[in-house]
Antibody, heavy 122, light 110 residues
């Protein structure tokens, strides 16, 4: 039973860097894609990007200049770094496993962490 | 830019059929997935690749669609189905891979 757990600071100052880690238990990071998704409270879901064990990363065009993701298979973790944050980045951040069908490119997020709330405020 | 459009609210009488729709150009190229989110909980995958149910999802949930439209149907809606539902698909219209979520539909079971 694969489980994901987000961790990181709940409060980040404006203009600083938001850093979160997702710990994966019960499975290997050498398959699947590993994503970050956020949700402004009472609003919809926003995909931030994914990282693959091959080193491939793809980020949301809206955040491309501020975001970095990485994966550490030895620690069974993957991480998110978002620079120059503002109040607009206040959200519940989820990590999720993305299953991709190689022949079609279709994907779905089949396992999610419980989410961690990050507030950007001075 | 591409987007997925959902009706904000749908209501259904207990035991009746609810249909939630999602529209977007990306659905011409990629299949949709659907997620159920209850208050205070993480989203749960209920349909993938347009019409497939993950293990553990009740048979009353089904998916369909063609062209730019996808639908999630709940046949015999139960009180526990009251939740927000989001559609999702990949998109490559901007020459870069992206993932889109619809704005969500709040399903009320009356």
């Amino acid at each position: 039973q694969v489980q994901l757990q987000e961790s990181g600071p709940g409060l980040v100052r404006p203009s600083e860097t938001l850093s979160l880690t997702c710990s994966v238990s019960g499975g290997s990071l050498t398959t699947f894609y590993w994503s970050w998704i956020r949700q402004v409270p009472a609003k919809g879901l926003e995909w931030l990007g994914f990282v693959h064990h091959s080193g491939v990363t793809v980020y949301s065009p809206a955040l491309n200049s501020r975001i970095t993701m990485s994966l550490d298979t030895s620690r069974s973790q993957f991480s998110l770094s978002l620079t120059s944050v503002s109040a607009a980045d206040t959200a519940l951040y989820y990590c999720a496993r993305e299953a991709v069908i190689p022949t079609s490119g279709d994907s779905s997020f089949d396992i999610w962490g419980q989410g961690t709330l990050v507030t950007v405020s001075s | 830019s591409s987007e997925l459009t959902q009706d904000p609210t749908v209501s259904v009488a207990l035991g009746q059929t609810a249909k939630i729709t999602c529209q977007g150009d990306s659905l011409r190229s990629y299949y949709v997935s659907w997620y159920q989110q209850k208050p205070g909980q993480a989203p749960v995958l209920v349909i993938y690749s347009k019409k497939n149910r993950p293990s553990g999802i009740p048979e009353r949930f089904s998916g369909s669609g063609s062209g730019v439209t996808a639908s999630l149907t709940i046949t015999g809606a139960q009180a526990e189905d009251e939740a927000d539902y989001y559609c999702c698909s990949r998109d490559s219209s901007g020459n870069q891979l992206n993932v889109l979520f619809g704005g969500g539909t709040k399903l009320t079971v009356l």
